[in-house]
């Protein structure tokens, strides 16, 4: 069982930044994704950045490319997601995703943490 806790949400102005952290606690699989997918209410959920366990290829959604990168820490099991340039468009629930077999679907993730607010004001 692999349980994944999301930290660095918060309320931002419009051009900021912020920092969001992932730690997962269990042994996830080799040859997975693990994600970054954002929600608002009444929307789906949308796959934002991802990272591929073997080779740490990383995959970023053409609405946020340039602006939000995604990285990790192999030691401590903890991927982060980097967020420059902030729009109010970028409100949303975000949400840490594990062992998924395709990096911007949803229901392909096993595990998901239990989300991490983004607030950008206008």
């Known amino acids: 069982q692999v349980q994944l806790v999301e930290s660095g949400g918060g309320s931002v102005q419009i051009g900021g930044s912020l920092t969001l952290s992932c730690a997962a606690s269990?042994?996830?699989?080799?040859?997975?994704?693990m994600g970054w997918f954002r929600q608002v209410p009444g929307k789906e959920r949308e796959g934002v950045a991802a990272?591929?366990?073997?080779?740490?290829?990383?995959y970023v959604a053409a609405s946020v490319k340039g602006r939000f990168t995604i990285s990790r820490d192999n030691a401590n099991n903890t991927i982060f997601l980097l967020m420059n340039s902030l729009k109010p468009d970028d409100t949303a629930m975000y949400y840490c995703?594990?062992?998924?077999?395709?990096?911007?679907?949803?229901?392909?993730?096993?595990?998901w943490g239990q989300g991490t607010q983004v607030t950008v004001a206008s």
């Open positions: 990272i591929y366990s073997d080779n740490g290829n990383t």
């Open positions: 269990g042994a996830t699989s080799s040859s997975s994704f």
């Open positions: 995703a594990a062992d998924g077999s395709a990096p911007f679907i949803a229901l392909s993730y096993n595990y």
